[in-house]
């Protein structure tokens, strides 16, 4: 470093363009609590995030999205109970779950991921319990309202099956 003509250290580097960069940073930034904030309160965009849901176009999603109930548990309590007729999809918009099998954790899930998509289409029980390790907030779609949607727009099941 050199001391400039006030005596103060002035660094020897060239300028470098911080100033754009912040701005860049705070667009991106601003950009993301944006989408963030659209996720939470818009469920068509929760569902987007979705690869089961990936294919649909945006109208298609707003059909399902209608359809889509929120609900919300806090840490600790059992989303669905192994054994238990499974009617819901669930799709974790907030938070973080446990899938346990046989008093064994087979898998962790959050934000995007879903499960009971299985026991919708058939009706059959959970093979697992699932429960929410933080407070947690799911999509959920339940069988009896979906069905009717994917049995008259083939498209939207199509879709899903390609996913």
Same mark, same amino acid.
Request: include cysteine.
């Given at each position: 470093?050199?001391?400039?003509?006030?005596? /103060?250290?002035?660094?020897?580097?060239p300028r470098t363009s911080a100033p754009s960069d912040w701005v860049r940073y705070r667009r991106v930034?601003?950009?993301?609590?944006?989408?963030?904030?659209?996720?939470?309160? &818009? #469920?068509?965009?929760?569902?987007?995030?979705? #690869?089961?849901?990936?294919?649909? &176009?945006?109208?298609?999603?707003?059909?399902?999205?209608?359809?889509?109930?929120?609900?919300? +548990?806090?840490?600790?309590?059992?989303?669905?109970?192994?054994?238990?007729?499974?009617?819901?999809? +669930?799709?974790?918009?907030?938070?973080?779950?446990?899938?346990?099998? &046989?008093? @064994?954790?087979?898998?962790?899930?959050?934000?995007?991921?879903?499960?009971?998509e299985i026991s919708v289409l058939d009706g059959g029980p959970r093979t697992a319990d699932v429960k929410? &390790?933080? @407070?947690?907030? /799911?999509?959920?779609?339940?069988?009896?309202?979906i069905k009717p949607l994917l049995m008259d727009n083939a498209g939207i099941s199509y879709k899903m099956?390609?996913?």
């Amino acid at each position: 470093m050199s001391t400039g003509s006030g005596g /103060c250290a002035t660094s020897s580097r060239p300028r470098t363009s911080a100033p754009s960069d912040w701005v860049r940073y705070r667009r991106v930034a601003s950009r993301t609590q944006e989408e963030a904030m659209a996720v939470k309160t &818009d #469920p068509t965009e929760s569902l987007r995030r979705v #690869p089961l849901f990936a294919g649909l &176009d945006r109208k298609e999603l707003e059909l399902l999205a209608k359809l889509a109930k929120e609900q919300r +548990y806090e840490a600790g309590a059992t989303i669905v109970k192994s054994g238990a007729s499974g009617h819901g999809l +669930y799709i974790i918009k907030e938070g973080k779950v446990s899938v346990v099998r &046989d008093g @064994q954790k087979v898998a962790a899930m959050g934000p995007g991921q879903f499960f009971g998509e299985i026991s919708v289409l058939d009706g059959g029980p959970r093979t697992a319990d699932v429960k929410a &390790d933080t @407070q947690t907030v /799911c999509l959920t779609l339940i069988s009896w309202e979906i069905k009717p949607l994917l049995m008259d727009n083939a498209g939207i099941s199509y879709k899903m099956l390609l996913e």
